[in-house]
Antibody, heavy 112, light 113 residues
């Protein structure tokens, strides 16, 4: 069945770069798009960006200068890298396939 | 970017009551070529990932109870829960996927009295 699993460091220091991995199973990354969505603690959902099935990417305008999404289709993985992290980047980061299938999320804390 | 505005921000109802919540978009989500509205509703229960309830403004996903009803077109949309159950305690988000960047509303928190 379709599964998505996020992984990455739980703690990142201010000004550093966040690197997250979304490992998928049950479908091919060349057939479906994968999105990243984040949720600051106690707040709402924010769409961060998308890796389309054909390799194209789209980004949230507010994050575009700091954000990069890539993939390794042979490993069934989608990667998120975001630089210059600040405390308000603290929250839970999800990957999702089309909004129907979601990972469990990974909590990221930005703190010194 | 398309701005999604949800009201109310929170609502408290008793089990068995009907509840409606609104979502308005800053531009039309109706694509003229296929007459579809690119609007989804999600339910997020405490401590859980969001769950897709409704896509195309009114199409329930498989397994979603029929008490969840999506309606509306263009810029005005509504999610109705015809008879609220205790397990419906959650935050409900609308999302437009008409254009990138996709955008979410700020959510309506449903509380059970």
């Amino acid at each position: 069945q379709v599964q998505l699993t996020e992984s990455g460091p739980g703690l990142v220091h201010p000004s550093e770069t966040l690197s997250l991995t979304c490992t998928v199973s049950g479908f091919s990354l060349t057939g479906y798009s994968v999105y990243w969505v984040r949720q600051p603690s106690g707040k709402g959902l924010e769409w961060m960006g998308r890796m389309r099935y054909n390799g194209d990417t789209s980004y949230n305008s507010a994050l575009k200068s700091r954000l990069s999404i890539s993939r390794d289709t042979s490993k069934n993985q989608v990667f998120l890298k975001m630089n210059s992290l600040q405390t308000d980047d603290t929250g839970t980061y999800y990957c999702t396939r089309g909004g129907l299938h979601w990972g469990q999320g990974v909590m990221v804390t930005v703190s010194s | 970017d398309i701005v999604m505005t949800q009201t109310p921000s929170s609502q408290a109802v008793s089990a068995g009551e009907k509840v409606t919540m609104s979502c308005k978009s800053s531009q039309s989500l109706l694509y003229s070529e296929n007459k579809k509205n690119y609007l989804a509703w999600y339910q997020q229960k405490p401590g859980q990932s969001p769950k897709l309830l409704i896509s195309w403004a009114s199409t329930r996903e498989s397994g979603v109870p029929d008490r969840f009803i999506g309606s509306g077109s263009g810029t005005d949309f509504t999610l109705t829960i015809s008879s609220v159950q205790a397990e419906d305690l959650a935050v409900y988000y609308c999302e437009q996927y008409y254009d990138t960047p996709l955008t979410f509303g700020s959510g309506t928190k449903l509380e059970i009295k």
